[in-house]
């Protein structure tokens, strides 16, 4: 927009502001008379069929794409965080959201590649292959017969972003006015930069090289390979991958050792990357990795990467080491390394209930499963204890870079619970942070994030 007080605004600026608002109006309306529904039904006993609600709420939340849906992707991943009907519906959302058509297909590959784009392909699929919240996947076959995967943008994806951006702090806000367990300030603003760093699709083909980097000789896991010739900052071209949805995989209701392979799979290729190099998969949402033909996975969706600084990986040991000894001081050193203030002691037992939570299956050297408790509503009631238990006490401050790493941990626990893995978690665990050292974190951590050319600021 000009600076000149005498210029209308620019045309793009204009086109910018007209989609946000065009934006806003429909996630007020969709969500707004979602919520009418729910209250109606809680508060005045208004029957509602809850599959067919929760269809609209999936046509809604797919049509619309964007921030708002993956929300519901990762409520999808929860069990039990939602009622059956819903997770059903909301579970699909994963890797089938509505596609856009061919026109469109057509159109922006010829705006990215130029005119003669389809001359770099000798086989390119009308129909998308997957179709998720900030874009759809196309296969295809290059000139040189390699198979590749071409994941698009949707059009005008940083208004609806930033559309939903305003949409997420307004009710963050009115949450806060009647809530104060959680501060949710930082927790925005990460969400905020990560969402806009998933729309530069260049930056998430440098972290994808990032995690081959990272899990080169892991061959329980397989990562794509970006093809830069066919890239720009809406499209992403990358090797394919053939492989299997986990869910239908766990249709076929496999036998217990190939479950464990999954998840023995999926435990390295997140932690491996974390503990050893300090970068997180911040998205752990079913449609994000595949089961190979051998039981190994293929990890999918490089957008929602976070690097951390070594310190926080030293508390995240650290506070491991304290729920497993008891010892209340090194967990104040532990939470207070993270960013977290104005703890008190009852604040400390309060944070402490959802750490014991989280590390559990670490702390104990034998094989079992994840939930040993036959309650499915066990880990919901924990957290419900927290959040009374941090209302009482006056609330925190998450740091910003407490969010994806609490995301992870509760998604992938919610995978590991759904595959029914029966391991010895604690030896997996000790295998990646024995002989843990900072210094040597830093070090392996900037190499490879110079050598993949991912930028980052710690």
Same mark, same amino acid.
């Given at each position: ?11 793009? +600026? %204009? #086109?910018?502001?007209? $989609? ?5 109006? =429909?996630? /007020?309306?969709?969500? &707004? ?61 994963? +890797? %089938? #959201?509505?596609?856009? $058509? ?5 159109? =922006?590959? /010829?705006?990215?590649? &130029? ?76 969400? /905020? ?266």
């Amino acid at each position: 927009m000009s600076d000149r007080p005498d210029l209308p605004p620019s045309p793009v +600026a %204009n #086109a910018n502001l007209f $989609g946000e608002l065009r934006r806003m109006a =429909r996630t /007020s309306g969709a969500v &707004g008379g979602i919520a009418a529904r729910v209250a109606g039904a809680r508060m005045f006993g208004i029957k509602t069929d809850r599959g067919a609600h929760a269809e609209d709420l999936k046509a809604i939340l797919g049509g619309l794409k964007g921030p708002l849906m993956k929300v519901a992707q990762f409520l999808s991943t929860i069990p039990d965080a939602l009622p059956a009907e819903y997770a059903a519906e909301l579970a699909q959302l994963q +890797a %089938n #959201a509505p596609p856009m $058509g061919w026109a469109f297909v057509r159109r =922006r590959m /010829s705006s990215e590649l &130029g005119t003669a784009w389809e001359s770099k392909f000798s086989e390119f699929g009308r129909e998308a292959a997957a179709a998720a919240s900030l874009g759809q996947v196309h296969r295809g076959r290059l000139a040189d017969g390699a198979e590749v995967a071409c994941k698009l943008q949707y059009p005008d994806m940083p208004s609806v972003v930033e559309a939903d951006l305003r949409q997420l702090r307004l009710a963050l806000a009115l949450y806060h006015r009647m809530d104060n367990a959680i501060q949710n300030e930082e927790i925005y603003k990460e969400l /905020s930069e990560r969402l806009r760093e998933e729309l530069d699709y260049m930056r998430e083909a440098a972290q994808m090289r990032l995690y081959k980097l990272m899990l080169a000789g892991v061959e329980t896991v397989t990562v794509p390979t970006p093809i830069m010739s066919a890239t720009t900052p809406r499209l992403l071209t990358m090797t394919w991958l053939p492989g299997r949805g986990l869910q239908s995989v766990l249709d076929t209701d496999p036998p217990l050792e190939v479950r464990n392979d999954i998840a023995r799979a999926l435990f390295s290729g997140w932690y491996i990357p974390l503990y050893r190099y300090g970068v997180i998969h911040g998205d752990p949402h079913l449609g994000n990795y595949q089961v190979r033909a051998d039981n190994g996975i293929n990890l999918l969706d490089f957008g929602a990467i976070r690097v951390f600084p070594p310190h926080f990986l030293r508390g995240v040991i650290d506070l491991f080491e304290a729920v497993r000894d008891n010892d209340d001081d090194r967990a104040y050193h532990a939470y207070e390394s993270w960013g977290f203030t104005g703890l008190s002691r009852e604040k400390i037992d309060v944070l402490n209930q959802w750490a014991r939570f989280l590390y559990e299956p670490l702390i104990q050297d034998r094989e079992r499963l994840i939930q040993e408790t036959n309650d499915p509503q066990y880990g919901r009631e924990v957290a419900q204890q927290v959040h009374a238990g941090l209302q009482r006490t006056g609330g925190v401050k998450p740091p910003r870079e407490f969010v994806l790493m609490d995301r992870s941990a509760i998604g992938l626990g919610s995978v590991f619970l759904r595959l029914g893995a029966k391991l010895n978690w604690h030896r997996m665990f000790h295998e990646l942070i024995d002989g843990f050292n900072e210094a040597e974190l830093a070090t392996r951590q900037s190499a490879a994030l110079s050598e993949a050319g991912v930028p980052v600021s710690l």
